[in-house]
């Protein structure tokens, strides 16, 4: 096995996910292990296999930021069909198969958004596991908040702004200043994505 499995027929099932953690842990998986990843995924699992369409929100977890980014997922949740997730949902008291689990969930979701304030966090690291096709990035604009872009430059590093470079390219990035402006971005995320069919 080479890849994550994303068939089609069960992705959500004990098999699947079984095979895909061994795949990640580099081999077989002891069956006890394998039922127990599938054991603390099951219930949101059902629930996203359910789900017309998948959204995996990803952001800084940070004391006052990661309000932000639940409240992205709760208004991307609030569509008809769609489920959106943090993976702090998922097991959140045990962090050892941490890796692991956001790779399951990866192969398991149609869109990843990520909601970001700067560099500091695991979701800078997780962005470029994502298939950019099927990511969007909600970014906070600091320009309006300084002379020059000194500001912007010391939240995000050379490497996340050519990523919304070239996100911003394929009209997957939008920017937003305050909470009032993150709403209606993601609103208007959440009609565009609600509108496409999930690949």
């Known amino acids: 096995m080479t890849k994550l499995d994303r068939s089609v027929s069960s992705p959500f099932g004990e098999d699947a996910i079984a ?8 081999g077989e998986l002891p069956p006890e292990v394998a039922k127990r990843i599938h054991t603390e995924c099951l219930r949101e699992l059902d629930r996203l296999a359910r789900a017309e369409t998948v959204v995996f929100v990803i952001g800084s977890y940070a004391e006052r930021k990661k309000g932000r980014v639940e409240a992205v997922r709760d208004r991307l949740s609030s569509r008809s069909g769609a489920e959106a997730f943090l993976l702090d949902e998922i097991d959140p008291d045990v962090d050892v198969w941490e890796y692991v689990k956001f790779r399951v969930y990866l192969a398991r979701c149609h869109y990843v958004v990520g909601v970001f304030e700067d560099n500091d966090g695991g979701h ?40 919304f470079d070239l996100l911003d390219r394929r009209g997957h990035l939008s920017c937003w200043t305050t909470e009032a ?5 993601t609103r208007r995320l959440g009609a565009r994505l609600g509108n496409a069919t999930p690949p």
């Open 19 to 26: 095979r895909d953690a061994a795949f990640l842990f580099g």
């Open 181 to 185: 402006e993150l709403a209606e971005e």
């Open 124 to 163: 800078e690291l997780e962005i470029g596991e994502a298939d950019l096709s099927t990511t969007f990035v909600l970014e906070r604009d600091y320009r309006e908040a300084s002379i020059d872009d000194d500001v912007e430059f010391e939240k995000y590093d050379a490497m996340l702004a050519t990523l």
